[in-house]
């Protein structure tokens, strides 16, 4: 069974700091590119980070500098995360975990992220 699944969102004021984790299982996740969207309400979803199976990443332009992805290549699990430094309000959005394949992809349900005072 494949499993994705996101933890450690939360509330947190303007300025701030977030660790997102993705537990993924049911497949050989080590081989996929992992990556982390997000979508705000009204707002079509977006691509925030992606780390290949080799480690190379990738980040959108609204996020460099300030997030950082990476992940652990377990046997079973592999867990990827992402580091958030200087939230803003802006960076407010459900966050979603994802691996990718040969065009095969998988979606985890989502953690909320919110940056307010």
């Known amino acids: 069974q494949v499993q994705l699944v996101e933890s450690g969102g939360g509330l947190v004021q303007p300025g701030g700091s977030l660790r997102l984790s993705c537990a993924a299982s049911?497949?050989?996740?080590?081989?996929?590119?992992m990556g982390w969207y997000r979508q705000a309400p009204g707002k079509q979803r977006e691509l925030v980070a992606t780390?290949?199976?080799?480690?190379?990443?990738?980040?959108a332009d609204s996020v460099r500098g300030r997030f950082t992805i990476s992940r652990d290549n377990a046997k079973n699990t592999v867990t990827v995360f992402l580091q958030m430094d200087s939230l803003k309000p802006e960076d407010t959005a459900v966050y979603y975990c994802?691996?990718?394949?040969?065009?095969?992809?998988?979606w985890g349900q989502g953690t909320q992220v919110t940056v307010s005072s």
């Open positions: 994802k691996g990718i394949r040969d065009g095969t992809a998988y």
């Open positions: 049911g497949r050989f996740f080590s081989l996929y590119t």
């Open positions: 780390i290949s199976s080799g480690g190379r990443t990738n980040y």
